[in-house]
T-cell receptor, first 112, second 111 residues
Framework: SQTIHQWPATLVQPVGSPLSLECTVE??????LYWYRQAAGRGLQLLFY??????ISSEVPQNLSASRPQDRQFILSSKKLLLSDSGFYLC???????????FGSGTQLSVL | GNSVTQMEGPVTLSEEAFLTINCTYT??????LFWYVQYPGEGLQLLLK?????DKGSNKGFEATYRKETTSFHLEKGSVQVSDSAVYFC??????????FGTGTRLQVFP
């Protein structure tokens, strides 16, 4: 079965510190991978998506970056966090030509 | 561009009340439409979907009909339960790999 794992579940980081959120997918090959952010009072915003290893598309300019070092691994990073980076981050994948997205359980990031 | 607008929450209801959460969209052509649900402490799950005009998606007692004439996909349930308390997201996809989400509507159901 297709599953997605995202960690950590919660994270509290000081301003200016680095960030690394990891997401892995099982049970599918060559999935499309996505990072979404849900900020307080706002909807889900697509940050990055990837259709293959090393292929990253950025939807909005920001302080974050994404990488896909392996087919089923997607990493969200920052060199120096800002207060405005606080939010709920969700990783997702779509495989097998299915429009449906499968979401991870999310990471609640608080930048203080 | 493509966008989704849904009613602001929170929506607060008593158990067994009727639920409507409004959703309208802007898109060229014929997008596919979705409702996702996020229960407390969990990730998003697909609740229902409709891929063409007049289609009705349904699941767990929830329904939504794809209305092209009004560009709407309102979510309804005849009798809500406390366990339906969650955040509901309307979304569309149109010829791309990207789901476009609305802002989400929090539903709170009290016994």
């Amino acid at each position: 079965s297709q599953t997605i794992h995202q960690w950590p579940a919660t994270l509290v980081q000081p301003v200016g510190s680095p960030l690394s959120l990891e997401c892995t997918v099982e049970g599918t090959s060559n999935p499309n991978l996505y990072w979404y952010r849900q900020a307080a009072g706002r909807g889900l915003q697509l940050l990055f998506y990837s259709v293959g290893i090393g292929q990253i598309s950025s939807e909005v300019p920001q302080n974050l970056s994404a990488s896909r070092p392996q087919d089923r691994q997607f990493i969200l990073s920052s060199k120096k966090l800002l207060l405005s980076d606080s939010g709920f981050y969700l990783c997702a994948f779509r495989g097998d030509n299915n429009e449906k997205l499968f979401f991870g359980s999310g990471t609640q990031l608080s930048v203080l | 561009g493509n966008s989704v607008t849904q009613m602001e929450g929170p929506v607060t209801l008593s158990e067994e009340a009727f639920l409507t959460i409004n959703c309208t969209y802007t898109a060229t052509g014929y997008p596919s439409l979705f409702w996702y649900v996020q229960y407390p402490g969990e990730g998003l799950q697909l609740l229902l979907k409709a891929t063409k005009a007049d289609d009705k998606g349904s699941n767990k007692g929830f329904e939504a009909t794809y209305r092209k004439e009004t560009t709407s996909f309102h979510l309804e349930k005849g009798s809500v339960q406390v366990s339906d308390s969650a955040v509901y997201f309307c979304a569309l996809i149109r010829n791309t790999d990207k789901l476009i989400f609305g802002t989400g509507t929090r539903l709170q159901v009290f016994p």
